[in-house]
């Protein structure tokens, strides 16, 4: 079984920064592509970003390219969201996920675990 946990999430000013984590346990993920993401209040979960655990391939959305950046520490089995230059619009609860198979891709329905969410709150 796969286990993932987010934390770092909290409340930050417009412009600021926050780093998420996903701590990863329970499985190899050299196969997997990991996503973060989000559901803001009254909006339908969204895709943020993605990267294949092994070589690094990333992808995001084109709402936070340029201010968001996904990486990941395989020693570490661990999977981050740096977010800077947040906006107001950037408030959601924040989700890990993890999907079999390398290839990325950006619908939800096919991430297979998720983490319980981190609430991320900028304020304007």
């Known amino acids: 079984q796969v286990q993932l946990v987010e934390s770092g999430g909290g409340l930050v000013q417009a412009g600021g920064s926050l780093r998420l984590s996903c701590a990863a346990s329970?499985?190899?993920?050299?196969?997997?592509?990991m996503g973060w993401f989000r559901q803001a209040p009254g909006k339908e979960r969204e895709f943020v970003a993605a990267i294949r655990w092994s070589g690094g391939s990333t992808y995001y959305a084109d709402s936070v390219k340029g201010r968001f950046t996904i990486s990941r520490d395989n020693a570490k089995n661990t999977v981050y969201l740096q977010m800077n230059s947040l906006k107001p619009e950037d408030t959601a609860v924040y989700y890990c996920?993890?999907?079999?198979?390398?290839?990325?891709?950006?619908?939800?329905?096919?991430?297979?675990?998720w983490g319980q969410g981190t609430q991320v709150t900028v304020s304007s």
């Open positions: 996920a993890a999907k079999p198979g390398s290839t990325i891709i950006i619908l939800d329905k096919w991430y297979d675990y």
């Open positions: 329970g499985r190899t993920f050299s196969a997997y592509a």
